[in-house]
């Protein structure tokens, strides 16, 4: 059998043509670099990590821009104010998004599982395992808050009306309750761990069953009766469920067959509630509706946890050999470390482009009615601009997810002025001043 044939070398003929097929700006280089880029960071990663509870948090997190983008809008007064508005109004078809966009339920599922691994692997006390997290979570709100204090009266100084500065306080507000809500659930974790040691999965049943109770309360026959506040006492069990079965996931008490359940199980609930007993099918917020499921959470958010719970776990072990893919894992690596970035100022990039755009009247699919399919396309051409100012935007305000200094008199100064900056604007932002 003969060797192939091999072609004799060829010098390129001009510098032109030399510069058109390898110089640093062809296509062939670029991709050159990502995989190298990528493969540093995938050498980098520890063997121990588990790239598919990463990529799980990976994507709940990028859901929640996406949502938001995709289904929260404005409109325009007479007197060039914005102020909130959403598609759902006008599309109701549009329900079933929010099915796939609303992934808090993974995100506290994965958020359960980490912790039950690094509240066991702390070696000193729960109260400083407590701190050091909540630290983590604190410093990047305390920085979007306080530096939208004192960019406010910048922008009123500037021309931008009260009332746009009040609906993007609130669209930055927003997304920050999950914040507070998760720091409650972290500090559960010991007794978590202990339920799930316990009872297994099983341990999050008597939560769906307290929501139940609730919701019965809220809908059922006696409604008109039952006082207002009554709601709430959902907050606490409703997004506990997700993060207690991510507690005995990440003991080891939740396998396959549980994953099976929880997908069945969790599925069949969604389906009886809105086909039965009639509950909205947006897992968000529709303005002018006298019922919302999330705000607090209502029993068909835990059957939606539950069925994604259930595909998670399923899936894990597929997702772990995709991500072991460098160019798949470096974007999931990238992600988790501008997390609460991404969470934090996500809303505001958003209006980085809206508050601008409303001084030069209706643009399609950002300052105009949601209330067309024409607005629709137009928003998803949005959709690449917000993501670059984010982009734009997380290259400063990732130095908040850093690591604070020791603790000087300073420091102590900086994060007090902060603390009150933060405060003032909450106050405003919930309309209070």
Known sequence: MSAPETKPETKPESRQETGRKTGPASTPGVLAKVRAAAGRIDAKTPAHRDRAIDGLRALALLAVPTGHWLLGGFTLDSDGALHNASPLSAFGGLAPASWVLQMLGVFFLVGGYASALSFRR?????????????????????GVTAVWA??????YAAGVPEA??????????????FVGVYVVVTALTPYCVRAAHRLGGWAAAPLLASVAVVDFLRYGP???????????????????FAY???????????????????????????????MVFHYPASMVGVPGEARTNSHPPSLLVLALAAAQS?????????LARLLARPLLWAPVVVINLCAMTILCWHQTAMLAAAVPGSFAGGLAGLTTAPDSVGWIVARLAWMPVFAALLVGIARYARRF???????SRATAVRRTVAGLLAAGFAVFALGLA
């Open 150 to 155: 004192l960019a406010a009266p910048v922008l």
């Open 164 to 177: 746009t500065l009040r609906t993007g306080a609130k669209l930055v507000i927003q997304p920050l309750w």
């Open 401 to 407: 997810e850093r690591p604070a200094p020791g603790l």
């Open 222 to 240: 006696f409604a008109d009766s039952v006082p207002g506040w009554v709601a709430l006492v959902n907050i606490l069990p409703g997004w506990l």
């Open 310 to 318: 259930g595909a998670a776990i399923l899936l894990r072990d597929r």
């Open 244 to 274: 207690q079965l991510g507690v005995a996931w990440g003991e080891g008490r939740i396998g396959r067959r549980g994953g099976w359940l929880l997908l069945a199980g969790g599925g069949v609930l969604f389906a009886a509630l809105l």
């Open 122 to 142: 702390h070696t000193g006390s729960a109260g400083a395992w407590l701190k050091g997290r909540i630290v983590r979570l604190g410093r990047p709100v305390l």
